[in-house]
């Protein structure tokens, strides 16, 4: 036994079978997975959040911050598309979220608050935790940060920010996104301490109702941040800022459509992608047939095209396509997108392209200094709060965590293609500096996002957990 610093008592290693760091969707659902399978093992989720299954996406208390897509879509069982809706009819059945009725539809085409998103997960979790005693499998959270990572030939090392030391035949990367606004140039600027939460309902009450608010940033992020400041009885002006000022668009529920890109594969740079997804939206247009049909056909194949991608290609789909893909791809739920639309509509959120340059000094309020897209000068704009909804950091080099930087360190890890996240094999084994895949340490989630553009959505993760899950327990 040792002291940690705290003065508490901890053996030297504690060992387990598989360590997984991070106990949000990623960690909970592979977790889940592993207790499934036949066989005895235990499992370490190590989470300094009070719950699993929760992460930043799905701790969200208000009602109004919901998924971006209906449950239908949001199935965290792979073998089971209807799993979160069958979730819900019992749940609401029950007397659970009376206000699912003002949305006039289906429970399929619900779009659930992110906070009973949450309660599923855990349901699902607690469900395999039941099924794991059976072959005497168990699952423990551990309270706390991983700050570094060691690995040897038949075991990994993790120390977490209280002392503790963990040992495990495997440890698994879920550590999720993390926000732009924790790099150290933010920390530096002063962002961080200027801007408020997008998610915090409280603080943004004590605003001046009838006060400008300015936002950074125009994807999903905002949108949350908008429902925020309507909850919080905010009816001043709102200006948003985003390099290209492109807003999300609204998430609807379109017929099947052809899945072309089965059917062709000599479809594989973004040039010929997006030329033939023009091509299928148009038609699709001429035939009465919403836009989206044909978008939503291309998720299922983007994970293998970017894989095939050279990174010439990717850097033009990143350049050319990414803005475009973000607003059409990652659309915003009905209800959130009518409350924008309105606000946009009464000319009380005004939408501009302009690049953040920097904070300003402000005797109250705050202020920003832009650059608006087609001018040489900066100008500045004041307002009575400021919310950073820039969105997430890919990039590990810039993230002011310990345990990234350490893996950097200690060359375990990699940047992955065009430094979006970590590099790692087809089966989750993350890289080394030099190119080598691990034997012990894996990942999964968004530290993939270069691996395979999409790695971030509940259906990716699920499906990830499944398969790695089956990696480590064979
Ligand atoms: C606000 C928001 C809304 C979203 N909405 C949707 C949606 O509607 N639909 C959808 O499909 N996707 C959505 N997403 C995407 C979402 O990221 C994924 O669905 C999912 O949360 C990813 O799960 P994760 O566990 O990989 O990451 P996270 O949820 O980010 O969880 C990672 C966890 O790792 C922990 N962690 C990090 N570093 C360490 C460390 N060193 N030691 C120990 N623990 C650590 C963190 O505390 C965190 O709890 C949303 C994301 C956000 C941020």
Redesign the pocket.
């Known amino acids: 036994m040792t002291d940690t610093p705290s003065g508490q008592a901890t053996d030297a290693s504690r060992h387990a079978d598989i360590l997984i760091?991070?106990?949000?969707?990623?960690?909970a659902m592979l977790a889940a997975q592993l207790l499934r399978l036949p066989g005895k093992r235990q499992v370490l989720v190590?989470?300094?959040?009070a719950e699993l299954g929760r992460?930043?996406?799905?701790s969200a208390v208000e009602l109004g911050h919901t998924?971006?897509?209906n449950a239908a879509r949001?199935s965290v069982d792979p073998d089971n598309a209807d799993d979160l809706t069958q979730w819900l009819t019992e749940y609401i059945a029950a007397g659970g979220w009376p206000e699912s009725d003002q949305q006039h539809v289906p429970v399929s085409e619900l779009f659930p608050p992110?906070g009973l998103f949450g309660v599923y997960v855990q349901q699902r979790l607690a469900e395999a935790q039941a099924v794991g005693a059976r072959y005497g499998s168990t699952v423990e959270h551990v309270r706390a940060?991983?700050?570094d990572v060691q690995t040897d030939i038949d075991s990994v090392r993790l120390t977490l920010n209280d002392g503790q030391r963990l040992q495990g035949a495997y440890a698994v990367l879920?550590?999720?996104?993390f926000p732009a606004a924790r790099t150290p140039q933010t920390e530096s600027s002063g962002l961080n301490a200027a801007a408020l939460d997008p998610w915090d309902v409280t603080a943004m009450r004590q605003l001046d109702p009838q006060s400008t608010v300015l936002i950074i940033g125009s994807g999903?992020?905002m949108v949350?941040a908008v429902v925020s400041l309507e909850q919080a009885g905010h009816r001043g002006p709102i200006e948003v800022f985003s390099r290209h000022g492109l807003l999300p668009h609204v998430r609807r529920q379109p017929p099947v459509w052809v899945d072309f890109l089965a059917e062709d594969h000599s479809v594989r740079t973004p040039r010929q992608l997006m030329r033939e997804l023009r091509r299928h939206c148009r038609d699709a247009i001429a035939q009465g047939i919403d836009w989206q049909a044909p978008l939503d056909t291309v998720r299922a194949h983007i994970g293998r095209l970017w894989s095939q991608a050279t990174d010439v290609q990717r850097r033009q789909f990143v350049r050319h396509v990414r803005p475009w893909w973000e607003s059409h791809h990652h659309r915003s739920p009905p209800l959130s997108a009518e409350l924008v639309a309105r606000l946009h509509g009464e000319g009380r959120l005004r939408i501009q392209a302009a690049s953040f340059k920097g904070l300003e000094p402000s005797l109250s309020g705050v202020s920003i200094r832009i650059r608006r897209r087609g001018e040489a000068q900066t100008c500045v704009v004041s307002g009575a709060a400021l919310i950073n909804s820039s969105g997430i950091e890919y990039d590990w080099r810039r993230v002011a965590?310990p345990?990234p930087q350490q893996l950097l360190a200690r060359g375990l890890v990699r940047p992955g293609p065009l430094a979006l996240g970590i590099a790692a094999a087809d089966d989750g084994a993350v890289l080394s500096a030099d190119g080598q895949a691990a034997s012990r340490l894996f990942a999964m989630?968004?530290p993939l996002r270069g691996m395979w553009w999409e790695s971030?959505?509940?259906?990716d993760?699920a499906s990830q957990a499944k398969f790695l899950a089956a990696r480590l327990a064979g």
């Open positions: 760091i991070g106990g949000g969707l990623s960690g190590i989470e300094p959040r992460g930043e996406a799905y998924l971006n897509g949001m992110r940060e991983v700050v879920a550590t999720g996104m999903l992020t949350d965590r345990l989630g968004p971030t959505a509940v259906t993760v």
